[in-house]
């Protein structure tokens, strides 16, 4: 073999897929990670499904593969044969992808994508690192972590319901933008009091309606509202005011929670840990839908921690809303307090702490 055949192949990347799918509590962390894998030269793709946020946000950076797979039910029914027969073919169409692919390993941030990766990468005998940003971790955490190689954790409470002998918490990676200052384009005065409304990816109508109802008593102190409705609410231009700002979605959201005094949200594990790196006291209403009311237990943490008050979605009157906030605009020192509490809940280099995992199991593995 030539020196120049030697250095050809020696130099090649190592490759590396990356299962993460449907939220942006699983993409952003996902993403953030595989900046830092690819600093390291690692050849990334991507395995999602066809459907879900992943086709939005993955292709312009990464290679995106897609498979057949759905949820699986706790309970067995009459769509379990049909779902255990889709993770079949997903298990064997994803062992295909790395083994032709000579992969090094597969990273996942749960949800169902995560089991045919789990799966086909231990039947290889690749390594295998999920990461769990939620306090109560999900089904296919809790089934399949005694068998990857290494789980990183967003949230200490997790950790009762795991392997202790697998897990690392190294807090929940956010994205870049995140953790330098960010200038914010909305013509905001540097002197109102601005709160921010966020239903998370998929919005939330209900909370939105709430928040209309309030939103006078709010403006009339001078405070301004950016009120981030999703795509899916039919009244979201019902309300308007100079100082109301409705938009679907807004890209900036580094620069939103940097300047905002308090934030009313969901209380997905992503939105959480950008709440503590921006240092935004919240008002916590859970999505009473999410699985085995998880976002409840992440609300939990935040409100113990005393950066945020939580309120159940089925309970929360209109008047509670309205003087809760009320209040803390009235008394600004508690919110300077519990934004300091907010960011002691920050981890700013949880993202190079779960790289640094991924990149340990790497190098053990033979």
Same mark, same amino acid.
């Given at each position: 073999m030539s020196n120049s055949e030697s250095? +050809?192949?020696? %130099?090649q990347p190592q490759r590396f897929l990356i299962a993460a799918s449907g939220t942006g509590g699983h993409l952003f962390p996902a993403l953030a990670v595989a900046e830092? =894998? /690819?600093a390291e030269q690692f050849q990334l793709e991507w395995l999602g499904v066809s459907n879900r946020l992943e086709t939005q946000l993955v292709p312009k950076k990464y290679p995106l593969r897609t498979v057949p797979i759905e949820g699986l039910q706790t309970r067995i029914g009459p769509k379990t044969p049909i779902l255990l027969g889709k993770l079949a073919v997903a298990v064997w169409q994803t062992r295909q992808l790395l083994k032709r692919g000579q992969f090094k390993g597969v990273l996942t941030t749960g949800g169902?994508?995560?089991?045919? @990766?789990? =799966?086909a990468a231990w039947s290889l005998g690749l390594p295998r690192v999920i990461h769990e940003s939620n +306090?109560?971790? !999900?089904?296919? #955490?809790? &089934?399949?972590?005694?068998?990857?190689t290494g789980v990183g954790l967003g949230l200490e409470d997790a950790t009762t319901y795991l392997p202790k002998d697998k897990t690392v918490v190294v807090g929940t990676p956010v994205r870049p933008a995140f953790l330098t200052p960010c200038e914010l384009d909305l013509p905001i005065p540097p002197e109102a009091t601005l709160i921010v409304v966020a239903g998370g990816s998929q919005g939330a109508v209900s909370v939105n309606k709430l928040v209309r109802a309030c939103a006078p008593a709010w403006l /009339? #102190? !001078?405070? &301004?509202?950016?009120?981030l409705t999703g795509a *899916?609410?039919?009244?979201? *231009? $019902?309300f308007q005011h100079p100082h109301y700002l409705s938009m679907p979605f807004y890209d900036n959201m580094a620069g939103l929670l940097q300047r905002a005094n308090l934030a009313i949200s969901r209380a997905g594990a !992503? #939105? =959480?840990? %950008?709440?503590?790196?921006? $240092?935004?006291? @919240?008002l916590l209403i859970p999505y009473p839908y999410?699985? %085995?009311?998880? *976002?409840?237990?992440? @609300?939990?943490a935040f409100v113990k921690a005393g950066a945020a008050e939580m309120y159940r979605q089925d309970e929360l009157t209109e008047e509670q809303l309205k003087q809760t906030v009320l209040q803390w605009i009235q008394e600004p020192q508690v919110l300077e307090e519990m934004a300091v509490k907010a960011y002691s809940l920050a981890v700013p280099n949880s993202t190079e702490r779960f790289a640094q995992l991924i990149l340990e199991q790497i190098e053990a593995s033979p």
């Open positions: 250095v +050809a192949i020696t %130099e830092v =894998l /690819e169902y994508i995560a089991a045919p @990766a789990i =799966l +306090a109560i971790p !999900g089904k296919v #955490t809790r &089934w399949l972590s005694s068998i990857c /009339e #102190t !001078g405070a &301004w509202i950016v009120h *899916q609410d039919p009244d979201a *231009q $019902s !992503g #939105t =959480l840990s %950008e709440l503590a790196i921006a $240092s935004t006291p @919240a999410a699985a %085995e009311d998880h *976002q409840a237990f992440n @609300a939990a």
